[in-house]
């Protein structure tokens, strides 16, 4: 997950959690709220005053800081991209490795100048870090003023009183958000742009070693189906076209619930959604990615063909300390499985090098796994132990140079599969989502989720529109094109299997 300019592009593949800042939203008409004025109040009207929002972490905590911004948006603050000119700085936390958890730390250290030349501004913690951790914290950061559990996030009648307490003017805000009938939901989606995150599974009952997710986030809670239904329905209206279900396991979606549904039975109503051109999930279990599953991916046309299913490692021994419950052949049989349903399927995986205990060999069983399973895209992290876990009682015993090298290797050889993939596509038509400008030209994702620029006529404006692109070169990150067409939305019936 990497830095945001105007809009949710991953630019370079990202290897390490990055923090950066949620921007102001574009301007374009589709992002004009008077579209929503259906679905809820028309925004009160500026009031001077300015918001600051930084994030680092998952996309939860991106989906988290756009609701922040979107609320705040509605009752008159406009967003700014320098903390120096806010008069409210959101910092959205993230615990997962020490890195960025360190970042954070430096971050609010220079919040603490900021805070005494600025006494009035006021500061916000909220994500991972703070959840049962309020009191040291309290300590340790005493010019924060508000420290909020990201569990609050999606109740928004008990965050915005928290957020109102700061300042007078926002006091009308619950009223102003009142919780949807099911009482769990926010009264308004949010969302950047075109594109939008809908988290649909908080928690995690998985317990792997490594992991301090479930330590944060806590069990998994479904959402309601009708609530998620009614969100994007509402997204959709405001001028969204892609949406992208989440959770930490979101294939465990409905288990919990008492239908126990399934997240295939999620994934039909939410296509069936008119207007919904692009549907996204992540991030997947490999336990919970069943052939029912990915049949129903195959048959939805809004479905995109990228799977998300992190894999962590390719040892099987290493699998088994990690807690992952499942073996490297279970995980390329599900891959084979998914190939062999959804032509064009791109797959992105997560990997973690430097395991306590894992050994040279097993590392090369990584190596050879995804030389194997040719992946697009491979989020690669550095074991880094957290208190609390499993795994944290082990030695942490691969020296940072090894762990480096080791991560080094991966990319290296993710760069030259990358190249393969992303050159064969040269010469093809590819249907992008175009989001945004990133240095002065347009670019978007394809349906496989890979980042494309388009050599356009500055003069066109392409923003939030499916063209399609003619790719003309290659990188091991994005692709190159020129706008080819307009392509129609896909036909129920359109042809996706191979
Ligand atoms: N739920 C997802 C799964 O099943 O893999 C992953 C969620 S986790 C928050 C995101 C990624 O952070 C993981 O895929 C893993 O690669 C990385 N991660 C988690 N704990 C880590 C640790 N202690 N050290 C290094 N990387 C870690
Ligand atoms: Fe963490 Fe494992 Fe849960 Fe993913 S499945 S959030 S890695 S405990």
């Known amino acids: 997950m990497t830095p945001r300019s105007i809009i949710p592009l991953r630019a370079v593949e990202e290897t390490e959690q990055v923090s950066r800042t949620v921007a102001p939203p574009s301007g374009a008409p589709h992002a004009d709220l008077s579209m929503s004025a259906v679905h809820a109040p028309a925004p009160l009207p500026a009031n001077g005053k300015q918001f600051h929002i930084w994030t680092i972490g998952c996309q939860m905590n991106e989906a988290d800081s756009a609701k922040v911004a979107s609320l705040l948006q509605e009752v008159g603050y406009r967003q700014t991209a320098s903390e120096d000119d806010a008069d409210i700085v959101v910092l959205n936390s993230c615990v997962v ?10 971050k609010l250290g220079s919040l603490a100048r900021l805070k005494r030349s600025r006494p009035d501004t006021r500061i916000v913690l909220t994500g991972c870090m703070v959840t049962n951790q309020q009191e040291q914290l309290r300590k340790r950061f005493p010019h924060v003023d508000l420290f909020f559990d990201p569990s609050d996030f999606d109740r928004l009648g008990l965050v915005v009183p928290e957020l109102a307490r700061l300042e007078d003017d926002l006091a009308a805000l619950p009223h102003y958000y009142a919780p949807a009938a099911d009482g769990l939901e926010p009264a308004e989606g949010y969302r950047k742009g075109v594109t939008a995150y809908v988290p ?54 409905g288990h919990d619930l008492p239908a126990k549904q399934s997240l295939a039975e999620l994934l039909r109503a939410v296509d069936a959604i008119p207007g919904l051109d692009r549907l996204r999930f992540l991030t997947s279990h490999p336990m919970y990615m069943t052939d029912d599953l990915f049949d129903t991916m195959a048959e939805l046309p809004s479905l995109c063909e990228h799977l998300n299913l992190p894999v962590q490692a390719g040892d099987n021994e290493v699998l088994h300390r990690m807690r992952r419950r499942y073996t490297r052949d279970l995980w390329l049989e599900r891959l084979g499985y998914a190939r062999s349903r959804m032509r064009d399927l791109t797959v992105a995986t997560d990997i973690i090098v430097g395991f306590p205990g894992e050994t040279e060999e097993q590392f090369l069983q990584t190596y050879s796994m995804l030389e194997e399973a040719r992946c697009e895209k491979v989020h690669l992290a550095m074991y880094s132990p957290r208190p609390g876990t499993l795994s944290a009682r082990w030695e942490d015993d691969i020296p940072h140079a090894e762990k480096h090298r080791r991560h080094q290797a991966l990319e290296k050889l993710q760069e030259r599969i990358g190249t393969e993939i992303n050159s064969a596509r040269v010469g093809s038509t590819v249907e992008v989502l175009v989001e945004g400008k990133n240095k002065g030209r347009w670019s978007g994702r394809s349906r496989g989720n890979t980042l494309v620029h388009v050599d356009m006529d500055d003069e066109v404006d392409l923003l939030g529109q499916l063209v399609d692109v003619r790719i003309t070169s290659a990188k091991p990150w994005f692709l190159i094109g020129e706008v080819a067409g307009t392509p129609a939305r896909p036909e129920s019936s359109s042809p996706r299997t191979p």
């Open 97 to 106: 490795r020490q890195a960025a958890e360190d970042k954070v730390a430096g």
């Open 200 to 253: 649909i599974i908080y928690g995690c009952n998985f317990l792997c070693s490594y992991c301090i997710v479930p330590y944060r986030r806590g069990r998994e809670t479904s959402r309601p189906m009708g609530a998620i239904v009614r969100e994007v329905e509402r997204l959709v209206a405001d001028g969204v076209r892609e949406v992208t279900l989440l959770g930490q396991t979101v294939n465990a979606w």
